[in-house]
């Protein structure tokens, strides 16, 4: 049947161990370091994006007090020129008021020129109209 040959099964385990000894040595301990090391840049990354978090977190907190900062200056500034704008259209109302008042003064005074002008002309053509009326009284 089978024979087994001491000298052959000597001579395959040490060719075994050769060559468990030689991958060890090319591929094993190789493969070994790149998997620890890709293994420990793994565990860097996971801590530079710990601390990426907190700088990002700590970005937003700058920009979101910069950004209420800016809207409490821009509600000032808007209540600022509302202000000036009231004040500006409160001066305008008052100059065109002080313009209007001048200019109804002015239409009383010329008014009352012309009153006072018809009045002497009505006064001057009252004895035409009487005598008119008297004759036409005395016709009757």
């Known amino acids: 049947m089978l024979d087994i040959s001491p000298l052959l099964l000597i001579s395959t385990a040490v060719v075994f161990l050769i060559l468990i000894a030689v991958l060890n ?43 209420s900062e800016a809207r409490l200056q821009a509600a000032a500034e808007r209540e600022k020129v509302i202000a000036d704008a009231k004040k500006a259209a409160e001066a305008a109302i008052g ?13 009383e005074a010329e008014l009352a020129t012309e009153r006072d002008n018809l009045r ?21």
Not at 96 to 107: G, I, S, V
Not at 123 to 133: H, K, L, R, T
């Open 25 to 67: 040595g090319m591929l094993y301990k190789p493969l070994f370091a790149f998997m620890e090391k890709r293994d420990q840049d793994i565990q860097n990354d996971l801590a530079e994006i710990g601390s990426n978090d907190a700088e990002v977190s700590a970005l937003n907190e700058t920009a979101d007090s910069i950004i």
């Open 95 to 107: 100059a065109k008021r002080a313009e209007l008042a001048k200019a109804y003064d002015a239409f």
């Open 120 to 140: 002497s002309a009505l006064a001057a053509e009252v004895p035409a109209y009487v005598e008119a009326v008297n004759a036409k009284i005395s016709k009757i």
